[in-house]
């Protein structure tokens, strides 16, 4: 059974930093492509950042260029996500999703990411 | 990269058929067929229902059902259920500014 699980997440306050943390289990990690993908309270969903199955690129939405990044260690079955200098509108349940056919076919079950004072 | 435009709100009776649309560019829904459909309970993450414009994954219903037309996408679901009821999202891959995906607006089906 594919299982992904968030952890990491917490209140911090503007312009602080965060480590958010996802372990996969269930399936051939390093075979695979991985996105954080972000849901404000009440709102839509955003992507926010993608890796490649060998961790060689990596991509951003415009808001989080520069703040944010994505890494992955295929050893340990994890993905990451580093963020710093985070904004009130940083302020979202953060989900990990692996992709299959440019789509998300697995997701977590997110963690929660408050930035406040 | 501006988000895809998907109606507020859809509503059907049990039994019925609806479709919600999903607008985008050339840049995103009409220049790739990585058009996908995401159904999302209230609490509970998004669930994968179409997948390159038109495919289910396996143990996905058959009365989902996706297609596309030059910018616009369309998530039709037939035979509606109660258990239909729910926020649904559109996603296409885009070569916009660098970045990879794009989500659509919200749409929240309601079964009559």
């Known amino acids: 059974e594919v299982q992904l699980v968030e952890s990491g997440g917490g209140l911090v306050q503007p312009g602080g930093s965060l480590r958010l943390s996802c372990a996969a289990s269930?399936?051939?990690?390093?075979?695979?492509?991985m996105s954080w993908v972000r849901q404000a309270p009440g709102k839509g969903l955003e992507w926010v950042a993608n890796?490649?199955?060998?961790?060689?690129?990596?991509y951003y939405v415009d808001s989080v260029k520069g703040r944010f990044t994505i890494s992955r260690d295929n050893a340990k079955n994890s993905l990451y996500l580093q963020m710093n200098s985070l904004r009130a509108e940083d302020t979202a349940l953060y989900y990990c999703?692996?992709?299959?056919?440019?789509?998300?076919?697995?997701w977590g079950q997110g963690t929660l990411v408050t930035v406040s004072s | 990269q501006s988000a895809l435009t998907q109606p507020a709100s859809v509503s059907g009776s049990p039994g019925q058929s609806i479709t919600i649309s999903c607008t985008g560019t050339s840049s995103d829904v009409g220049g790739y067929d990585f058009v996908s459909w995401y159904q999302q309970h209230p609490g509970r993450a998004p669930k994968l229902l179409i997948y390159e414009v038109s495919n289910r994954p396996s143990g996905i219903s058959n009365r989902f059902s996706g297609s596309k037309s030059g910018n616009t996408a369309s998530l039709t679901i037939s035979g509606l259920q109660t258990e239909d009821e729910a926020d649904y999202y559109c996603s296409s891959y885009t070569s916009s500014s660098g970045t990879h995906f794009v989500f659509g607006t919200v749409t929240k089906v309601s079964v009559l």
């Open positions: 269930g399936f051939t990690f390093s075979s695979y492509w």
């Open positions: 999703a692996s992709e299959y056919g440019r789509a998300f076919d697995y």
């Open positions: 890796i490649k199955e060998d961790g060689s690129e990596s």
